[in-house]
């Protein structure tokens, strides 16, 4: 197979592979590919989704503008990150996030008021928030499936909470990283 340089865009309809060649039997195996719907599709690979224009709410409570992820199947979200977009002001108070399965669900990242903001009166832009995922049993009897696994396409949703009411909404991206197993 020869080597070519290309100096403009290439195409393909039916995705693309990247291989090597086995020096003995000179058999190929596929290293990586990338479908034709531009998502590299080999185990393994780490992957990063986005939900974006999650804003705080000008009451207290939940964001009125939950964001949601389509999780893809055979997947596992290994990390979650809360990045500042837009900056939010409230009264004194606390800004705080859940991520789930449901619209205010708590079951990949727990419930946690006050770590975005506590007792604070802002959050500046460009900051990043690190929330821990939730652990399934690890020593039980019967170990349980883990959360962030998704046998099928399902949808997360990212919600940003307030204890007291704002007067700029701000914005926030949650950034997922997951990586697919099958």
């Not at 399934?136 to 883990?146: K, L, N, V």
């Not at 396409?153 to 204890?163: A, P």
């Amino acid at each position: 197979m020869a080597n070519t340089t290309f100096t403009g865009a290439v195409r393909s309809e039916n995705g693309f592979k990247v291989v090597s060649k086995n020096a003995t039997t000179g058999a190929y195996t596929d290293v990586a590919s990338i479908a034709s719907t531009g998502i590299v599709t080999n185990k393994y690979v780490k992957h990063v989704g986005f939900a974006t224009g999650v804003t705080v709410n000008t009451t207290a409570g939940d964001s009125p503008a939950i964001g949601e992820f389509t999780q893809p199947a055979n997947t596992i979200i290994t990390n979650i990150k809360i990045f500042c977009v837009t900056a939010p002001v409230i009264g004194t108070g606390d800004i705080g996030y859940e991520v789930g399965t449901s619209s205010s669900g708590a079951q990949i990242v727990a419930a946690v008021t006050d770590q975005i903001l506590d007792g604070g009166t802002t959050v500046v832009v460009g900051n990043v928030t690190l929330p821990s995922l939730v652990t399934q049993t690890e020593s039980g009897t019967t170990a349980p499936a883990s959360v962030q696994y998704a046998s099928a396409e399902r949808t997360i949703y990212c919600n940003i909470t307030n204890t007291v009411d704002a007067t700029t909404a701000g914005s926030f991206t949650f950034i997922i990283e997951y990586v697919q197993v099958a």
